[in-house]
Structure formats: C-alpha cells, structure tokens
C-alpha cells in the first residue's frame, strides 16, 4: 500500500449504481489565457440517453455514407481521393492502416489467454508469490498478445489486397476510408449529444446549459474541447454509491 493512499472496501450490495446518474460535478470553462469565465454542471447521461445518443450517431454516420458513395458532393470531393496512379504497395498499406479498429477488434477476439487458477489455502509463500507475479502480469501479456496479432493479422491483409485488380484494390481503399471516416463521424455524434444532455446550468440538474444541440455544435472549439475532455473524464467517487 502507498502511503496515503486509502482503502475502500465496498461489497457489492452496500452500492446504488442509481446514484451514477443523479450526480454531477461542476466543470470550470476557461479562456486561452487560463481566465474561469464560466462553469457547468455534468453527470453521465442515463439509459434512454445513450440509446438516443447512439441513434442519432447511427443517423449522422449513414447521412455521411450516403454523401461519400455519391459522385459530385462536397464530401466525397474533399474526402475520397483517386489513388489509380500510387502503387499498389502504397495502396495495400493505406487500406491496412485505415482497417487498424476493425484488424485491433479481431485481434481481441482471437487472444484467449486464461488467468491462473486459485491457489489453495495452504500454498507456500513462494507459489503465491509466483501466482501474484503472474496476475499483475497479465494485463501486460495481453496486451503484447493483441498486437502480435495485429501484426500478423495486418501482414495478412496486405497480402491479400496485392493480389487484387487495380479496380479491386481502389474499391477496397474506398471502402475502408469511406467505413473509418463513417466511425469517427458516429463517435463524434454520439459524443456530441451525450454531452448536450449531461450538461446543465445548474447543480440540481433541471436546467440543461445548451437549448439545442446546434447551440452546443457552435461552440468554439477550445470551448468544446473542454467539455470533450470534461465528460470523457468523469469520475464519481466511490464512497458517493454507498446506499
């Protein structure tokens, strides 16, 4: 144990996972000179919020999808370039690249690496020594064995994609960039309003700050990435579940 540190021992019926969403903490905004110049109230947003949050991502993540696979728009304009004229070794390793979530989630999926058993009750000091060592290794290990199949999983698709057309090789770029610029817009869009529903002007949480999501959008950027960075970060202290 370090010194000062405090050990809080909660079973867990003694918590109410309710109170997650009755509390707040009150955010401070700053300007680029470091100046309060306001502050907010926030809580993580309930059940009925997230899906909603995560609907509206879904919505904004086909909306983009439909821009992008349209010849002429803006969108597709400024996002998909035509890469006819790189090599295909160039290609191959963008694809890859732009696939990393999916070929990480895969990776995840394929690692099965077992704790140790429980030791019994009357095992020596050195075994359970060595059974500690290994339980505070193992996050460690892990870790090490997702991104040895990543790699491995990555070296495979670029294998595969070299072995396809010009044409082939160009819809697969377009698809990956298309599927990852489609993630983020997603993410950002079901930030972005679990935010606008988890901020209020007051502790009580009966005013929320934003009167539309589009207040909240139009926020200047250092303004919204405070609050990004606020909600990201949320962290109800323990004692505070105790029923």
């Known amino acids: 144990m370090v010194e000062g540190e405090e050990i809080v021992d909660i079973e867990r019926n003694d918590v109410d996972l309710t109170k997650l969403f009755k509390w707040s903490t009150e955010i401070e905004i700053q300007d680029e000179k470091g100046n309060s110049v306001t502050s907010v109230f926030m809580r993580l947003v309930g059940d009925s919020e ?26 597709r304009d400024a996002f998909v370039s035509d890469l006819e004229l790189r090599e295909p070794e160039f290609i191959a390793k963008t694809v890859t690249i732009l696939s990393l979530n999916s070929l990480s989630t895969d990776a995840r999926r394929n690692v099965i690496i077992s704790l140790p058993i429980d030791l019994p009750s009357d095992a020596s000091s050195e075994e359970l020594e060595e059974y500690q060592e290994t339980v505070d290794n193992f996050p460690l290990e892990y870790a ?21 057309s010009d044409d082939e090789l160009q819809d697969s770029y377009e698809e990956a960039l298309i599927n990852n610029l489609c993630s983020t817009r997603m993410t950002n869009k079901f930030l972005d309003m679990c935010i606008f529903l988890g901020t209020f002007s007051d502790i009580d949480m009966k005013e929320r700050k934003f009167s539309s999501l589009e207040e909240y959008e139009n926020l200047a950027t250092e303004v919204k990435d405070q609050l990004t ?13 105790k029923k």
């Open 50 to 75: 997230l899906n909603q949050a995560r609907i509206f991502g879904l919505r904004e993540s086909a909306k983009l999808r439909r821009a992008l696979k349209t010849l002429g728009t803006t969108e």
């Open 144 to 164: 090490k064995k997702v991104e040895e199949e990543i790699t491995k999983l990555a070296a495979e698709m670029e294998e595969k994609l070299l072995k396809l």
């Open 229 to 241: 960075y606020a909600y990201n970060t949320l962290d109800m202290p323990i004692e505070k579940l």
